[in-house]
């Protein structure tokens, strides 16, 4: 029985050479057959193709994320499909999730290489489709004999691929200019610096008195040991120093300066008299 294994580029036809002997290994019955050049290259000529898809039962398409876009891949997948009917494609994911797969490919069965049961289940698939057919058991037991080295293949090609697209994100990041840099901390150091000069001010700000106009001569005097705030002066124990009621204070003992004993008595005035003043006499007299 022949099955057909389509690849594209060096990473697949690595795989695909080993999958053609892996399937070997497991169905002896099996003849794969694969081009051993590269068709992303476009060298796969349309008569060879027409050639090996005759006889072709199975068509099984090594697909990646790196490689389900090529046009070749998509074009052999529908000339297997056109030769030997849909049911016959499987494509093969080695790095994909069967919701990833898009374009034409996307209608066929997809097989994740990953999966044991799905695996097991594709050779059920071609063994089946063989005109003797190995007895289910031995089929199995074949199976189990040959899987780890599958799994292992499957490991190792997506830790390529990993690998491999960490390098070419590492390499897309752009390097900066020097001058950029430069520039950079240039303009950072200066908005520091006006941010310092911007807290300095707010600082002298709030450390200046709370007296925007020269004091009267007669304005209370700071307690001992008080210093300037923005809202109250404090002393440096005891309560704060309240500067709004100090004020108030002040202003209801300039109304009542008698009565507080604060500030000088005014002078009495002198009765008046029928007299006539004296021009001679002084005022005080």
Known sequence: MKVFLSWSGPETREFAS???DWLEGVIQAVKPWMSEKDIAKGRHSMAELRAQLTGTRLGIVVLTSANQGSRWINFEAGAISNSVGETAVVPLLLDLGKTDVVGPLSQFQAVDAAAR???????????????????ERVLARAFDHEWPAFEEAVRRFREQARTAAASVDAAAVPVRDERDVLAEILETVRALDRQG??????????????????AAEDAPPLPEGAF????????PSG?????????????MTRSEPTRRGWGPVPAARP???DEAPDP?????G
Not at 117 to 135: G, S
Not at 197 to 214: E, F, K
Not at 280 to 284: K, L, W
């Open 18 to 20: 080993f999958l053609r």
């Open 271 to 273: 009765e008046p008299t």
């Open 117 to 135: 049961a799905e695996v097991h289940q594709m050779l059920k698939d071609i063994n089946d489709a063989q005109e003797e057919p190995l007895p």
């Open 228 to 235: 300037a705030g923005p809202v109250a002066y404090r002393q």
């Open 197 to 214: 000069h911007a807290t300095r001010a707010l600082l002298s700000g709030l450390a200046a008195p709370p007296y925007s106009r020269p």
């Open 239 to 251: 309560p704060p120093y309240d500067a709004a009621a100090a004020a108030a204070r002040w202003e």
């Open 280 to 284: 001679d006499r002084p005022a005080n």
